[in-house]
């Protein structure tokens, strides 16, 4: 079943349906396998042998009548390093050019926001970071790029992303951080979550450098603010 709260992406909607996410996880209705938050959905796959469709749909409006949660307790505050120095910058100069701004411009303009993570997918624990300055919206590349590093952090369209996995793709690479989104061996693989709120702070290479050389315990102490 999926619940539509819209047709756009925008805070508002984002903010619905991860509000009915954490409801739905609070009430723990029978049968719910799981929930995948996107922009302006909720899908909600179910086992029709412990609940069927007509009783989720009048738990689920049960739910929404009742109102959604105002404050989404359940996320967290990163702080992300990133390095934005040749060679970790490869379409920095050219969104400059297309923006007509300078350098500098396009990274004070990136780290001067703080930015909600709206949904996780298309690769694993790849966050996609809504709160893009207009001054940098900017149209993706007509051919794609293809392969990007883990840990890029990128810009396209209205959003930003931190790349989880080498992945092909067209949009523009501003730097790099040294923390990952995914990572199997860690016992919670997947950094963030629907809702977590992220900052980026810009570091130069030596400290990149060092930052990546960290154990992960020791990098994510350093970058989470709370959860």
Known sequence: MTVEFGDAIAPELNNAVIGLDIALA??????????????????ICYDPLETSFVQLVSEVRG???RGLPAQI???????VPF???????????????????????VISLFTSVEYQV??????????????????????????????????????????????????PSAWYTLGR????????????????????????RRVDVGEFERLARL???ALLSMVRAAR
């Not at 609070?26 to 899908?43: F, N």
């Open 26 to 43: 609070a009430a723990e209705p029978d049968g719910i396998i799981e929930t995948v938050p996107t922009y302006r959905s909720l899908l």
């Open 215 to 217: 154990g992960t315990q």
């Open 118 to 167: 709206y949904m996780v997918g298309f690769a694993p624990g790849m966050p996609y970071l809504g709160g893009l300055p207009d001054a940098l919206h900017i149209s993706r590349k007509e051919t794609p790029r293809p392969q990007v590093p883990a840990g890029a952090v990128m810009i396209g369209g209205i959003q930003a992303c931190i790349v989880p996995t080498i992945v």
């Open 73 to 79: 307790n359940e996320t967290a505050t990163w702080r």
């Open 177 to 200: 951080t040294p923390l990952r989104p995914f990572m199997p061996d860690r016992q919670d693989p997947f950094l963030f979550r629907p809702g977590d709120r992220v900052r980026f």
């Open 63 to 65: 739910l929404l009548a």
């Open 83 to 105: 390095v934005s120095d040749p060679p970790f910058a490869d379409d920095l100069p050219e969104v400059a050019h297309r923006q007509s701004l300078t350098e500098d411009e």
